[in-house]
C-alpha cells in the first residue's frame, strides 16, 4: 500500500513561486508514474503534470512553460515547481501514483490535497 504526503502549498501573489512536494511511503510496491492533478472550487479535477519512470514529463496546456514537474534525489519523491502563478491556478493539488501492489496488482494512490492559493 502506498501513502502519499504533499506539502508546500500556501498563499501567494499573482506573479509568485512555489514549490510542491510529494513523498510515498510504505512498502511492497512499485511505482510508474507520479502526477499531480488539481482541483477548483467548483470544477473538475484536471491533470496538470505527470512524470514517468522513465522521467518524461507532460503538462496541461494551461501549465506549460510555467510548471515543472521534477523527481528528487530521494526514491518516490517528486516536485512540482510553479512560477509566474495566476489567480486561476487557485485549487488543491492532489499528488498521485500509478504502482503494482505486491500482488502486481496495478493501483493508483491519491495524497490528501495541498491547498494553493494564488491572489490577484
Known amino acids: 500500500q502506498v501513502q502519499l504526503g504533499e506539502s508546500g502549498g500556501g498563499l501567494v501573489q499573482a506573479g509568485g513561486a512555489l514549490r510542491l512536494s510529494c513523498a510515498a511511503s510504505?512498502?511492497?510496491?512499485?511505482?510508474?508514474?507520479m502526477g499531480w492533478d488539481r482541483q477548483a472550487p467548483g470544477k473538475q479535477r484536471e491533470l496538470v503534470a505527470v512524470?514517468?519512470?522513465?522521467?518524461?514529463?507532460n503538462y496541461a496546456d494551461s501549465v506549460k512553460g510555467r510548471f515543472t514537474m521534477s523527481r528528487g534525489n530521494a526514491k518516490n519523491t517528486v516536485y512540482l515547481q510553479m512560477i509566474s502563478l495566476k489567480p486561476e491556478d487557485t485549487a488543491v493539488y492532489y499528488c498521485?501514483?500509478?504502482?503494482?501492489?505486491?500482488?502486481?496488482?496495478?493501483?493508483?494512490?491519491w495524497g490528501q490535497g495541498t491547498l494553493v492559493t494564488v491572489s490577484s
Open positions: 510504505g512498502s511492497g510496491f512499485t511505482i510508474f508514474h
Open positions: 498521485k501514483a500509478n504502482y503494482l501492489n505486491s500482488g502486481f496488482k496495478p493501483l493508483d494512490a
Open positions: 512524470i514517468t519512470s522513465g522521467g518524461s514529463t
